[in-house]
T-cell receptor, first 115, second 110 residues
Framework: DSGVTQTPKHLITATGQRVTLRCSPRSGDLSVYWYQQSLDQGLQFLIQYYNGEERAKGNILERFSAQQFPDLHSELNLSSLELGDSALYFC??????????????FGSGTQLSVL | GENVEQHPSTLSVQEGDSAVIKCTYSDSASNYFPWYKQELGKRPQLIIDIRSNVGEKKDQRIAVTLNKTAKHFSLHITETQPEDSAVYFCAAVDAGKSTFGDGTTLTVKP
């Protein structure tokens, strides 16, 4: 167990809908990252938060948004869902203070299926 | 931004043989290079890492080497076992942002 908690584990929804994915980081970690992994694909970086502030942005669509709350948990909101958004979404956390304190601990992921 | 290239994309070896996966990065500011292993249907997990001030690090059957001048780093697995079969991702980290390679699917045949 990595200590990173993601909910829900599975999500099935229809095109055009909106969903929220939730992540609780490891105790003491200040950074939260979101990654998208499509079938047989690599890890596509979406966005990173550090202590409540956005720190880095990757290839995140405008239909997607995220935030990190004062208790350090994070939510990823996906709206106007399309079939191509079906993927495994991972959250990861790290201490976030440089060097090997950037090692990532991944949650078990949320499998999103858009029908 | 940082770009990480990983080779090969697939690798098949016989049990007991060695496996080598190579990555190159573009941003000389990257200073931390972790490797993650992702078994089928599971989360990626850190297996070994190296900082930019170190040239080599070893942990039992796994080793990582770093050549800062050439901007490449490699994962070496010796005496491979069937349980080493997985997807391996390299990453280069700069200012807290991890850029991943596309992954290598390693298959170890018994």
């Amino acid at each position: 167990d990595s200590g990173v908690t993601q909910t829900p584990k599975h999500l099935i929804t229809a095109t055009g809908q909106r969903v929220t994915l939730r992540c609780s980081p490891r105790s003491g970690d200040l950074s939260v990252y979101w990654y998208q992994q499509s079938l047989d694909q690599g890890l596509q970086f979406l966005i990173q938060y550090y202590n409540g502030e956005e720190r880095a942005k990757g290839n995140i669509l405008e239909r997607f948004s995220a935030q990190q709350f004062p208790d350090l948990h994070s939510e990823l909101n996906l709206s106007s869902l399309e079939l191509g958004d079906s993927a495994l979404y991972f959250c990861a956390s790290s201490e976030g203070t440089g060097g090997d304190r950037e090692k990532l601990f991944f949650g078990s992921g949320t499998q999103l299926s858009v029908l | 931004g940082e770009n990480v290239e990983q080779h090969p994309s697939t690798l098949s070896v016989q049990e007991g043989d060695s496996a080598v996966i190579k990555c190159t990065y573009s941003d000389s500011a990257s200073n931390y290079f972790p490797w993650y292993k992702q078994e089928l249907g599971k989360r990626p997990q850190l297996i070994i890492d190296i900082r930019s001030n170190v040239g080599e690090k070893k942990d039992q059957r796994i080793a990582v080497t770093l050549n800062k001048t050439a901007k490449h780093f490699s994962l070496h697995i010796t005496e491979t076992q069937p349980e080493d079969s997985a997807v391996y991702f390299c990453a280069a980290v700069d200012a807290g942002k991890s850029t991943f390679g596309d992954g290598t699917t390693l298959t170890v045949k018994p």
